[in-house]
Antibody, heavy 115, light 111 residues
Framework: AVQLVESGGGLVQPKESLKISCAAS????????MYWVRQAPGKGLEWVAR??????????YYADSVKGRFTISRDDSKSMVYLQMDNLKTEDTAMYYC??????WGQGVMVTVSS | DVVLTQTPPTLSATIGQSVSISCRSS???????????LNWLLQRPGQPPQLLIY???RLESGVPNRFSGSGSGTDFTLKISGVEAEDLGVYYC????????FGGGTKLELK
């Protein structure tokens, strides 16, 4: 069965950093574009970052709201995708979901940015 | 960025009623490769989103066939033919023809 399991969330202060991870299994990870999508409390879905596959040079794309602060990466040998979040802001508070091509979704990990 | 506008924002239905949700795009979602990358997701309360329909009208495996999608270009529709209790939640359209964007969501609730 397909599984995406996020980890690494928590409470941090503004301007701090946090790295969240997503462990994938049950599908050919190396063939899948991977995304991070977030949802602020009571709000809709917002695409955050995307990373393509090796044949596409692992190209990365970011929402304007996180560009220059967040970095998405992947390790195909471990079937893992990561999101390094630097200079966090209170408006980054959200549930962060890992998704494979928008087809498979993890349960999400909560990130709270507050002083 | 492509803006997806969903209507209505809230939908009240009785069990067994058929309902439709509209998703309109600010740009054509027809890709140069001939595909239209418009999907529909359902997010039940307290749950992550799940894929219902991809490429406008293709039903994801395991999704009941009371769900159907249609449309082209900039106008798309999700129809539920006979709402069941498990269908309640928020529906999102999402496009990836261009840089991915989500619609604002349509909350389906019981009347």
């Amino acid at each position: 069965a397909v599984q995406l399991v996020e980890s690494g969330g928590g409470l941090v202060q503004p301007k701090e950093s946090l790295k969240i991870s997503c462990a994938a299994s049950g599908f050919t990870f190396s063939n899948a574009a991977m995304y991070w999508v977030r949802q602020a409390p009571g709000k809709g879905l917002e695409w955050v970052a995307r990373i393509r596959t090796k044949p596409n040079n692992y190209a990365t794309y970011y929402a304007d709201s996180v560009k220059g602060r967040f970095t998405i990466s992947r390790d195909d040998s471990k079937s893992m995708v990561y999101l390094q979040m630097d200079n966090l802001k209170t408006e980054d508070t959200a549930m962060y979901y890992c998704t494979a091509t928008g087809t498979y979704w993890g349960q999400g990990v909560m990130v709270t940015v507050s002083s | 960025d492509v803006v997806l506008t969903q209507t209505p924002p809230t939908l009240s239905a009785t069990i067994g009623q058929s309902v439709s949700i509209s998703c309109r795009s600010s740009q054509s979602l027809l890709h140069s490769n001939g595909n239209t990358y418009l999907n529909w997701l359902l997010q039940r309360p307290g749950q992550p989103p799940q894929l219902l329909i991809y490429l406008v009208s293709r039903l994801e495996s395991g999704v009941p066939n009371r769900f159907s999608g249609s449309g082209s270009g900039t106008d798309f529709t999700l129809k539920i033919s006979g709402v069941e209790a498990e269908d309640l939640g928020v529906y999102y359209c999402v496009q990836s023809t261009h840089a991915p964007t989500f619609g604002g969501g349509t909350k389906l609730e019981l009347k």
